[in-house]
């Protein structure tokens, strides 16, 4: 009606000015396109070279203001029969759970049938700990002690009994072992405290953990392949397998995975410690980003509980705990405050983070045990702008190949000749300290000492690789030897504490 009244003049302009706003408007629309797609080229570029050297395996999705920039599977989900991982692939993502178990508690909290600040004893009468609250449960920071401490006894009585949710309380209540410190006066992360947390949901809900989070995370939040299964890791029966990767053990000496299943260990530790709430969620990356939306968007929370769950706990001394409630929390020194979390099993790394200035999201899933923390900043550095080095490969592993095939003598001159061509490899102590320890723990002491050695030798001023040596020195029985490292560890770090209570066992 308006437009009937202008004069041809006024009309003339009028259409001008709307066409130039709408063409602004789609300039800006292809610009963003064209930089959300070059990003993903980015990553895509960056995290197919680390796969094609090895150091990724699984998937990862990147996100930005809730819409999806990047999401791509790497590599086997089964590596027997060549099953690949996809973007409906199904990983257990480990104490990531610990978030969601956080968040069904928070939504009680919203409901006014738990109070953060009121002592468990209120809800759980026979817990044995007066002072402890939700609050210190959800940061770690009550002091209890670990599960295998407290039901160790029982387990000398009966080698073959099978703890549930429903034990839990019992035995802490009839073992009453002493906290490791007084509620909130430190910071301590502990499975436990996400299994009384998953008590109390069921305490105060009066519904079974496995049923309330169905009905109040999974479904609100649209997470249609999660699942909690019926006993944890390692133990999945019938339809829990269907697209769920298997967990492998990359040994950096070997190009064989080694199925984590197939260790009997893994198997009878998790079906006697058949708990819920700290760890046993499994999901896709897709339905974690969906969790994260329904978060955002006030599903699940209201936006002012979610805001305190992810503001840093203070100890009682006003010192940073590290811990919101349930949140892992990091004031990075470029990318600013992060908020997540991490899981992670023979076999497996998870991550999970989101940076919520930019509202920037990243998940990792890796089924052969890479380090998702290391892949999930990486991505969000990429995000911000920064230039990566592109992956190289990793020379460690071909050390510890060489190392276990033809001996010290020639694998120290392959390390030495790769180590000029920075083109094509890299080294860093903490790859070197890994496959240290990969020998360790497979029992290859002889190879374990000779890398943490070589290690000393690359990096003569890091405390750490001395301590390492002396670790594997001392497995050895090379005790002398050992006490030298130890105490060259403490030289350049005063700080290692662990190392000086060895030191002082070995003097005596």
């Given at each position: ?27 800006i629309a292809s610009f ?245 709430g700290f760890g046993e ?192 020195l001392l497995k050895d ?32």
């Open positions: 009606m308006i437009l009937k009244d202008m004069s041809t003049t006024l009309y003339s302009r009028y259409l001008q000015t709307r066409i130039f706003f709408i063409t602004a408007l789609l300039g963003s396109v064209l930089k959300s797609q070059n990003t993903a080229e980015k990553l895509d570029t960056y995290f197919s070279a680390k796969a094609r050297h090895g150091d990724f395996n699984g998937v990862i999705l990147v996100a930005e203001k809730n819409n999806i920039l990047y999401h791509k599977a790497f590599g086997f989900a089964d590596f027997e029969h060549k099953r690949l991982n996809t973007l409906h692939s199904r990983f257990p993502i480990g104490s990531i759970t610990k978030l969601l178990t956080a968040t069904a508690a928070l939504q009680l909290v919203d409901q006014g049938l738990l109070n953060l600040e009121a002592p468990i004893r209120n809800y759980l009468s026979q817990f044995p700990y007066p002072d402890i609250t939700l609050s210190h449960l959800l940061s770690h920071t009550s002091g209890l002690p670990g599960w295998d401490a407290v039901f160790k006894n029982t387990i000398q009585k009966h080698p073959d009994a099978v703890f549930t949710l429903d034990d839990i309380l019992p035995e802490y209540t009839d073992q009453n072992i002493p906290l490791s410190f007084k509620p909130g006066s430190a910071h301590e992360y502990n499975n436990v405290n996400s299994v009384f947390v998953a008590l109390l949901i069921e305490k105060a809900s009066g519904e079974p953990y496995d049923i309330y989070m169905k009905q109040h995370i999974f479904a609100p939040a649209g997470m249609n392949d999660t699942f909690i299964p019926e006993i944890p890791f390692f133990n999945y029966t019938g339809s829990e397998k269907k697209n769920v990767s298997n967990l492998y053990i990359d040994h950096m000496f070997s190009s064989i995975k080694e199925n984590a299943e197939t260790i009997s260990a893994n198997k009878t530790y998790w079906k006697r410690f058949n708990f819920k969620i499994v999901l896709t990356a897709e339905d974690l980003f969906k969790f994260k939306k329904a978060l955002t968007e006030g599903k699940l929370l209201s936006l002012s509980t979610l805001k305190k769950a992810q503001t840093e706990v203070r100890l009682s001394d006003g010192s940073p705990s590290g811990i919101g409630l349930g949140w892992q929390i990091e004031e990075h020194n470029i990318l600013g405050k992060l908020v997540g979390h991490g899981g992670g099993l023979p076999g497996l790394s998870t991550g999970f983070i989101d940076q919520p200035d930019t509202q920037r999201v990243v998940i990792v899933f890796d089924n052969t045990q890479q380090n998702a923390e290391d892949l999930e900043m990486e991505a969000l550095m990429i995000l911000f702008g920064r230039k990566l080095p592109t992956p190289t490969k990793n020379i460690a592993r071909i050390y510890g190949k060489s190392l276990l095939k033809s001996g010290s003598a020639i694998a120290t001159h392959e390390l030495l000749s790769l180590q000029k061509d920075t083109t094509k490899y890299y080294l860093s102590e903490q790859q070197m300290n890994r496959l240290g320890y990969d020998f360790l723990r497979s029992g290859k002491i002889p190879q374990a000492v000779e890398t943490f050695r070589m290690n000393t030798e690359l990096f003569p001023q890091s405390s750490n690789t001395y301590d390492s040596y002396g670790e594997s029985s090379q005790k002398e030897k050992a006490l030298i490292m130890y105490r060259k560890s403490v030289e350049l770090n005063p700080a290692n504490e662990n190392a000086k209570k060895i030191i002082v066992e070995l003097s005596r």
